[in-house]
């Protein structure tokens, strides 16, 4: 209700601002692109986590105006970046139940000029599972526009290999609950590399998630993840770090 009531009102568009976590390629040997992370720093709650604030903006009717103040910073930083350095922008199950809202954001890149394929939106399986027709049809508009999909948290919670196979999709992102266990669980590697193996087959890139020490690349890297994501490489980071990780690599 704390929340809820600061999210009235607030002056949403100075507090909440992204972080940015670098998307690392192994066999390019660099980062090719980063998922922006949302966070929100208010002068009476403090610092609020995505996971809190997303949820409740969704509850109090909020969630529009807050996914739209977040997808102008994301194109501000985008702007900035060199035109082979993407961006994964993370859609609530709210978010893509509006498809108006979801085709303005589009409309918004379309008016940035800046290249759609460098823009990769993330679902999870509860955004799409109360209507799969409906959010079908939406992520095919946006992929007819040149953006991207990603399958977010792929085999945790309820999803499905049914969405791989009814849902357009460029990326799988698989969930870091696996990838934190294959150091000591021969089962979890065994049930990454199926994973990986078959995103290969349907044409899918894949993202392991979660990565954090040195001996679960050494684990994962014979089973050729398309990109990483985790502490190894980098933690969420401001705009200024990223473009320094940008810079460093060009
Ligand atoms: O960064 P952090 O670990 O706190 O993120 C927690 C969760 O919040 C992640 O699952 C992430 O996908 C989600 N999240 C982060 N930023 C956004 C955002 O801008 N919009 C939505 N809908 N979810 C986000
Ligand atoms: O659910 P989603 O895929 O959006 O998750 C992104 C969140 O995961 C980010 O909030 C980030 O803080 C967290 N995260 C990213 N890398 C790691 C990692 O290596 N270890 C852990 N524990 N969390 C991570
Ligand atoms: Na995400």
């Given amino acids: 209700i704390a929340i809820e009531r600061q999210l009235r009102e607030a002056d949403l568009d100075s507090e909440l601002f992204l972080l940015f976590q670098p998307q690392y390629s192994p066999s390019r040997q660099r980062v090719t692109g980063f998922e922006a992370l949302a966070r929100w720093q208010n002068p009476t709650l403090g610092l609020v986590a995505p996971d809190q604030f997303i949820r409740a903006a969704e509850r109090s009717g909020h969630i529009r105006k807050v996914t739209a103040i977040l997808f102008e910073k994301a194109l501000e930083n ?134 954090e020490a040195e001996n679960e690349m050494i684990i994962l890297a014979d089973l050729q993840p398309d990109l990483i994501q985790g502490y190894l490489y980098g933690r969420p980071m401001s705009a200024k770090a990223a473009m320094n990780m940008i810079r460093a690599q060009s």
Avoid at 86 to 106: E, K, M, P, Q
Avoid at 146 to 164: M, N, P, Q, T
Avoid at 176 to 194: C, D, G, L, M, P
């Fill in 78 to 211: 985008l702007a900035d970046w060199p035109e082979d350095i993407g961006l994964s922008f993370n859609l609530s199950a709210h978010d893509i139940s509006d498809h108006t809202f979801v085709l303005r954001l589009l409309g918004r890149i379309m008016q940035s000029g800046i290249a759609a394929r460098r823009i990769e939106f993330e679902i999870t399986e509860t955004a799409v599972m109360t209507d799969l027709a409906s959010s079908r049809a939406l992520l095919e508009k946006l992929r007819a526009s040149g953006c991207k999909i990603a399958l977010d948290d792929f085999g945790s919670g309820y999803s499905s290999f049914e969405y791989l196979d009814q849902l357009p999709l460029d990326k799988v992102k698989i969930d870091r609950s696996f990838v934190r266990k294959v150091a000591h669980s021969t089962t979890s590697r065994e049930i990454v590399a199926a994973v990986i193996g078959l995103c290969r087959k349907l044409d899918l890139r894949c993202v392991l998630e979660g990565v």
